[in-house]
């Protein structure tokens, strides 16, 4: 089956630029989506396919998608942006959707 | 406003069954494929089951077929999940959400969700 691997863990400094990453074969064939979650409340799409910010979300949330890596980007980040983020594709070859593990981002 | 309400979570025993829906409302229920989604404590999002609008087509993951059952009602505007032969590791929260279709057509994201019902599986 297809495997999604994101880092469990970033933290970046308020006003920074956070990163997180989302690797997979190929997943630059795919189209990715991307949630965020926080405690104790359904996720949130944030980013669809690849680089689509739905109405609401803010333009400091922007994303790519290349090679072997998807990338959520979250420019000058903010205390409320503290949350899980989760990138997701769906897999044609099985016809499954597939998320990766999760990302914790820490606002420091 | 789009709106999507699970219920029928609850305590159930090893091997036992258990029936989930998802009330829908404020959009064209037949128009978009939906899906379930589970969260067990602590853990990250699983992808559990998915159904086309018209219900013609059906979707599991590997870790829930043959014990689970996705179907939707039309009229009544909900979506299912039939749970049986649970296990102590199908514990979680289970989310309804709606497969969104983009302004180009494809519909693979999940752009709506419920606020989860609890199943816990234990003796």
């Known amino acids: 089956s297809y495997v999604l691997t994101q880092p469990p863990s970033v933290s970046v400094a308020p006003g920074k630029t956070a990163r997180i990453t989302c690797g997979g074969n190929?997943?630059?064939?795919?189209?990715v989506h991307w949630y965020q979650q926080k405690p104790g409340q359904a996720p949130v799409l944030v980013i669809s396919y690849d680089s689509d910010r739905p109405s609401g979300i803010p333009e400091r949330f922007s994303g790519s998608n290349s090679g072997n890596t998807a990338t959520l980007t979250i420019s000058r980040v903010e205390a409320g942006d503290e949350a899980d983020y989760y990138c997701q594709v769906w897999e044609t070859r099985t016809d499954q959707w597939v998320f990766g593990g999760g990302t914790k981002l820490t606002v420091l | 406003e789009v709106q999507l309400v699970e219920s029928g979570g609850g305590l159930v025993q090893p091997g036992g069954s258990l029936r989930l829906s998802c009330a829908a409302s404020?959009?064209?229920?037949?128009?978009?494929?939906m899906t379930w989604v589970r969260q067990a404590p602590g853990k990250g999002l699983e992808w559990v089951s998915g159904?086309?609008?018209?219900?013609?087509?059906?979707y599991y993951a590997d870790s829930v077929k043959g014990r689970f059952t996705i179907s939707r009602d039309k009229s009544k505007k909900t979506l299912f999940l039939q749970m049986n032969s649970l296990r102590a590791d199908d514990t979680a929260i289970f989310y309804c959400a709606r497969v969104g279709i983009s302004r180009t057509g494809s519909s693979s994201h999940f752009d709506y969700w419920g606020q989860g019902t609890l199943v816990t599986v234990s003796s």
């Open positions: 404020g959009f064209s229920f037949s128009a978009y494929a």
């Open positions: 159904i086309t609008g018209g219900g013609e087509a059906t």
């Open positions: 190929n997943i630059g064939s795919k189209s």
